[in-house]
C-alpha cells in the first residue's frame, strides 16, 4: 500500500476494518511525505477496509483490499 500525504508524518498506523495491525506484520517504509506499507505473507482474513492513520488521526477513506 503506498500513501502520499499533505506534509511529513509523526507516526503512522496501518488499520484493517477499523482495528490495528499488528507492528509485526506490517513493514512501513516512510521517505519525506511517502509511505509504503508492507504485508508479507497475506491472508485470506485479512482482506477488507484498509486506512492509514497518520498522527493519530484517521481523515482518509478506506481502500478495499481483495486477497485471493
Keep these: 500500500l503506498d500513501a502520499?500525504?499533505?506534509m511529513a508524518p509523526q507516526s503512522v498506523q496501518l488499520?484493517?476494518?477499523?482495528?490495528?495491525?499488528?507492528e509485526d506484520r506490517i513493514k512501513p517504509d516512510i521517505k519525506d511525505k511517502k509511505i509504503k506499507f508492507t504485508l508479507d505473507n497475506i491472508?485470506?482474513?485479512?482482506?477488507?477496509?484498509?486506512t492509514v492513520k497518520i498522527n493519530d488521526e484517521v481523515d482518509s477513506k478506506p481502500v478495499s483490499i481483495t486477497v485471493n
Design 43 to 50: 491472508k485470506l482474513d485479512e482482506a477488507g477496509d484498509y
Design 15 to 22: 488499520l484493517l476494518n477499523g482495528e490495528p495491525v499488528d
Design 4 to 6: 502520499e500525504l499533505d
